[in-house]
């Protein structure tokens, strides 16, 4: 059956590092691959969005990559900051405009001063 | 001028009951969807509306109805509620169907079933 997983459930790190956060999957070709964020008692919020024939997206401090070969995508903050703190998902979409849109569980990301 | 809107936010219910929560954008996207998540914070899809039709429709007890009056709106009725029902329900809207759009979620329902 389809699988996502992202790396760990928490990541702690020091503030002004780069935090890496992993998100692998199984028996699924996905078209897209999205980031969200989520804080604590509010909804997922869209970061960034990358498709399989890009292997790297930027946007500010933030940088996603995807490898259909190794099935990962990585999500990097650059120069984190406590206010980057927060739960990340992925999300994966096939092509077809009736395929669902499969969520991983998240890492709970805290970035301490 | 909030987004995705949400009603009620808290949800706190004894076992059996019926329940509705509203879902309202005001972004003029064609596409809404239903999701639950749980305690361990995965994020399911349960249903899509694209124009006001079904296109998605997870494997969800058939307790669970949605209706979308307009493309603006995507009601979710739960009948007979159970303990398992117990959860956070997000709504969420794209602008279209397409596999390429970003999801604007709504800030959640937290449904309690006692």
């Known amino acids: 059956s389809q699988k996502i997983e992202q790396n760990s459930e928490a990541l702690n790190i020091q503030e002004g590092k780069t935090a890496t956060l992993t998100c692998n999957y199984t028996?699924?070709?996905?078209?897209?691959l999205q980031w969200y964020r989520q804080d604590p008692g509010r909804g997922p919020v869209f970061l960034l969005l990358?498709?399989?024939?890009?292997k790297e997206k930027r946007k500010e401090r933030l940088k996603v990559t995807f490898d259909t070969t190794l099935k990962q995508s990585l999500f990097h903050i650059t120069a984190s900051q406590p206010a980057d703190s927060a739960t990340y998902l992925c999300a994966l979409r096939s092509e077809s405009s009736a395929s669902k849109i499969i969520f991983g569980s998240g890492t709970r990301l805290s970035i301490r001063p | 001028d909030t987004a995705v809107s949400q009603t009620p936010k808290y949800l706190v219910t004894q076992m059996g009951n019926d329940k509705s929560i509203k879902c309202e954008q005001n972004l003029g996207h064609d596409t809404m969807y239903w999701y639950k998540q749980d305690s361990k914070k995965f994020l399911k899809i349960m249903f899509s509306?694209?124009?006001?039709?079904?296109?998605i429709n997870e494997t969800v007890p058939n307790r669970f109805s949605p209706k979308s009056p307009d493309k603006a709106h995507l009601n979710l009725h739960i009948n007979s509620l159970e303990l398992g029902d117990s959860a956070v329900y997000f709504c969420?809207?794209?602008?279209?169907?397409?596999?390429?759009?970003?999801?604007?979620f709504g800030p959640g329902t937290r449904l309690t079933v006692l």
């Open positions: 028996n699924y070709s996905p078209a897209y």
């Open positions: 969420a809207s794209s602008q279209a169907v397409g596999a390429y759009n970003e999801q604007f």
């Open positions: 509306y694209n124009n006001k039709e079904l296109i």
């Open positions: 990358i498709r399989e024939n890009e």
